[in-house]
């Protein structure tokens, strides 16, 4: 039987666990902060809970973990991208960068992406499958043990749509937000989407106070569809209807991600539609000139235009920063450096 993996339980399910074996409640809190607030990664490293037990506990029970397999650090030296292998050999992907006001780490939810974005590299050889709580969390637990230093900030941004992984991914927010874990605060937790309007819905009744960021991309359908599929399921009216109840309901501002393409999406008459969409919207919108990836066929747009564009935000009310660019020289568009490593291993 395959054993699972223990870093994706809550609190109460570990308790139920240890009960399981004739042990004690307390021993399943005990446990669960061997797990998540030390972060141990074999059983042997626990001290207090018997030998015996545990012995009976790694029968059906690991603890999960991810392995390094590579690990880039970009000329600044403020951000690093890290190449991961799990258990069955999948590879996932994940960044660390350093800023004046805490360490932020971004996170892969999925291997691979079934949601088929014309720009984006994760997507080139659709979903393999969703990652585990655990998985997620690993990603995380390791870099900090790598670095010595503490995250304090978590994007789940890399590769994948964490709300196609609906489930997984609440119960990551809830364990990485746990008072006897790692504990970061939902407040410096940020989902992006690419607008599974459903999905965000529910999400809504959840009622977190994570940050939700929609990769919007587009100030119509019209351009919408030329790059994003999803975007043939959900209208742009859908979503920001939906972004209007999020907000009201949740009381928290929503980010909206634009990849600026060059002659796509980066004109003025663009910057202006998508301002009036915005009026009367708790929003920001986060420009992020596109990573050109050697699949795809788009271009970044031009600096002038990109600043132009922000302009144009600006004079129309809307809140607009630019994405300060970091990693550019280490392959951190999502997916990219997980392709080059299988090009290369498939190759020799
Ligand atoms: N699936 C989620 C999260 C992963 S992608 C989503 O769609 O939001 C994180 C962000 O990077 C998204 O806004 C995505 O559209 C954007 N992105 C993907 N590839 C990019 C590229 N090559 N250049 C710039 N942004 C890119």
């Not at 030296?77 to 996932?92: E, H, Q, R």
């Not at 969703?130 to 978590?154: C, F, H, K, P």
């Not at 605060?185 to 809504?204: F, K």
């Not at 399921?233 to 980010?255: A, D, L």
Request: charged share 30%; glycine share 6%; hydrophobic share 35%.
């Amino acid at each position: 039987m395959e054993r699972k993996d223990l870093r994706s339980f809550t609190e109460e399910e570990m308790i139920g666990i240890v009960q399981e074996y004739g042990e004690k409640a307390f021993r399943g809190k005990q446990l669960f902060e061997w797990i998540h607030k030390k972060q141990v990664t074999e059983f042997s490293q626990i001290t207090n809970l018997s030998k015996k037990f545990l012995e009976q506990l790694s029968e059906n029970y690991n603890i999960s973990g991810v392995e390094i397999v590579k690990k880039q650090v970009s000329k600044k030296n403020d951000t690093a991208k890290y190449l991961f292998s799990m258990a069955d050999g999948s590879l996932v992907e994940s960044v660390w960068m350093k800023y004046h006001h805490g360490n932020s780490v971004c996170i892969s939810s999925q291997v691979g992406c079934r949601m088929g974005c014309t720009f984006c590299a994760s997507t080139l050889s659709g979903l393999k499958r969703s990652l585990t709580a655990g998985e997620m969390l690993s990603q995380i637990y390791e870099i900090q043990r790598e670095t010595g230093e503490r995250v304090s900030n978590v994007i789940v941004m890399g590769m994948g749509e964490p709300l196609d992984n609906y489930d997984n991914l609440l119960r990551f927010i809830r364990l990485l937000s746990h008072d006897k874990g790692i504990n970061i605060s939902q407040r410096n937790i940020t989902v992006s989407t690419c607008g599974l309007v459903d999905q965000i819905r529910r999400l809504m009744e959840e009622k977190l106070q994570i940050t939700l960021a929609i990769s919007l991309h587009a100030p119509n359908d019209e351009i919408r569809r030329q790059t994003m599929p999803v975007a043939k399921k959900y209208s742009i009216e859908e979503i920001f209807s939906v972004c209007r109840e999020y907000t009201e309901y949740t009381g928290r501002r929503i980010t909206f991600e634009y990849s600026m393409i060059d002659g796509v999406n980066d004109g003025k008459a663009h910057a202006l539609e998508l301002a009036s969409r915005c009026r009367g919207l708790n929003c920001h919108i986060n420009l992020i000139p596109l990573n050109e990836v050697k699949e795809r066929k788009c271009h970044r747009s031009k600096e002038e235009n990109i600043r132009d564009f922000k302009i144009t935000l600006e004079k129309n009310h809307t809140n607009v920063t630019i994405r300060r660019e970091m990693g550019s020289d280490i392959d951190a568009a999502c997916g990219q450096l997980r392709n080059q490593y299988m090009e290369q291993t498939n190759s020799d």
